[in-house]
């Protein structure tokens, strides 16, 4: 059995991370970050075995799932410190009724340069570009989809939110773990260093007057999406040929999850990705 410290404390020091976490999100704090469930804990140790510049430091489990978890959590590396508790102390460090039982914590170290992410993608390349994307859901949909599709990497402006939120991530179902991404810079600025590699640049947008499925797609491609409402700013679609999903009149758009879905399987496709 995997060896664990019973706490039955909810304001034990040895879990103060975990405290609060639906107001408490450790993003921007020191690099760390909140995984709940089981699926995105089995990608956060995946990717700390593996040595991919995520390190989980410590996980906090509902006591009555320890023994289910048993093969998750064999050779545990040693550094990583495991924590149970009973369901109401447990309800009590995270601030709200914790079903799952499972949170890891987990830390991002070195963040890879532009330059080194575009060094590591392979000669025939898919990037989807996020723009002033705010809203968790969407930002973990596209992860989601990005790793369903075979893209290469994501890549985000300034202006989103970040991927490591608790609900971001959660909803990606680990996928912020697994797919290659960055979230810095101006959108407009991202895309024309993008364009001088030689990317073709695609902004999906509702007044795209080509369709999604009729576009040849060169070697490298960067799918463009922005948030819904407004939409890409003014200046990518008119620098750029945006393109379209065909769709039903009685509706102006479809939702980020659901649109950048299609679009990278569509191109995906043509790119001999899936």
Same mark, same amino acid.
């Given at each position: 059995m995997t060896h664990s410290l019973r706490i039955t404390d909810p304001d034990d020091p040895r879990i103060a991370a975990f405290r609060q976490i639906r107001e408490r999100d450790l993003v921007g704090r020191e690099g760390r970050f909140i995984a709940e469930g089981t699926v995105v804990l089995r990608l956060l140790l995946a990717a700390h075995r593996a040595g991919q510049g995520i390190r989980a430091e410590k996980l906090l489990l509902l006591e009555n799932r320890l023994a289910g978890l048993e093969s998750l959590l064999a050779d545990l590396p040693e550094e990583i410190?495991?924590?149970?508790?009973?369901?109401?102390?447990?309800?009590?460090?995270?601030?709200?009724h914790l079903h799952r039982g499972v949170l890891g914590l987990g830390r991002?170290?070195?963040?890879?340069s532009f330059e080194d992410m575009l060094a590591e993608l392979p000669a025939r390349a898919l990037i989807l570009v996020g723009c002033g994307i705010s809203n968790h859901d969407n930002v973990g949909a596209m992860?989601?989809?990005?790793?369903?599709?075979?893209?290469?990497a994501v890549l985000l402006d300034e202006t989103s939110c970040d991927p490591f939120y608790r609900k971001a991530l959660r909803v990606s179902v680990g996928s912020v773990l697994a797919v290659p991404h960055l979230r810095q810079g101006e959108s407009g600025q +991202?895309?024309?260093?993008?364009?001088? #590699?030689?990317?073709? $640049?695609? /902004? +999906?947008?509702?007044?795209?007057?080509? #369709?999604?499925?009729? $576009?040849? /797609?060169?070697?490298?491609?960067?799918?463009?999406?922005?948030?819904?409402g407004e939409g890409l700013p003014a200046d990518i679609l008119s620098r750029f040929q945006p393109?379209?999903?065909?769709?039903?009149?009685?509706?102006?758009?479809?939702?980020?999850?659901?649109?950048?879905g299609i679009a990278l399987h569509a191109i995906a496709r043509g790119m001999g990705k899936v």
């Amino acid at each position: 059995m995997t060896h664990s410290l019973r706490i039955t404390d909810p304001d034990d020091p040895r879990i103060a991370a975990f405290r609060q976490i639906r107001e408490r999100d450790l993003v921007g704090r020191e690099g760390r970050f909140i995984a709940e469930g089981t699926v995105v804990l089995r990608l956060l140790l995946a990717a700390h075995r593996a040595g991919q510049g995520i390190r989980a430091e410590k996980l906090l489990l509902l006591e009555n799932r320890l023994a289910g978890l048993e093969s998750l959590l064999a050779d545990l590396p040693e550094e990583i410190e495991v924590y149970t508790a009973s369901q109401p102390v447990l309800d009590a460090v995270a601030g709200f009724h914790l079903h799952r039982g499972v949170l890891g914590l987990g830390r991002r170290e070195a963040v890879p340069s532009f330059e080194d992410m575009l060094a590591e993608l392979p000669a025939r390349a898919l990037i989807l570009v996020g723009c002033g994307i705010s809203n968790h859901d969407n930002v973990g949909a596209m992860f989601r989809n990005a790793a369903a599709f075979e893209a290469d990497a994501v890549l985000l402006d300034e202006t989103s939110c970040d991927p490591f939120y608790r609900k971001a991530l959660r909803v990606s179902v680990g996928s912020v773990l697994a797919v290659p991404h960055l979230r810095q810079g101006e959108s407009g600025q +991202l895309l024309r260093r993008l364009d001088e #590699e030689g990317f073709q $640049i695609l /902004p +999906l947008s509702p007044s795209g007057t080509v #369709e999604i499925g009729d $576009i040849q /797609p060169a070697w490298r491609v960067a799918l463009v999406v922005g948030t819904e409402g407004e939409g890409l700013p003014a200046d990518i679609l008119s620098r750029f040929q945006p393109v379209r999903i065909a769709q039903s009149s009685r509706l102006d758009s479809l939702n980020l999850g659901t649109a950048s879905g299609i679009a990278l399987h569509a191109i995906a496709r043509g790119m001999g990705k899936v």
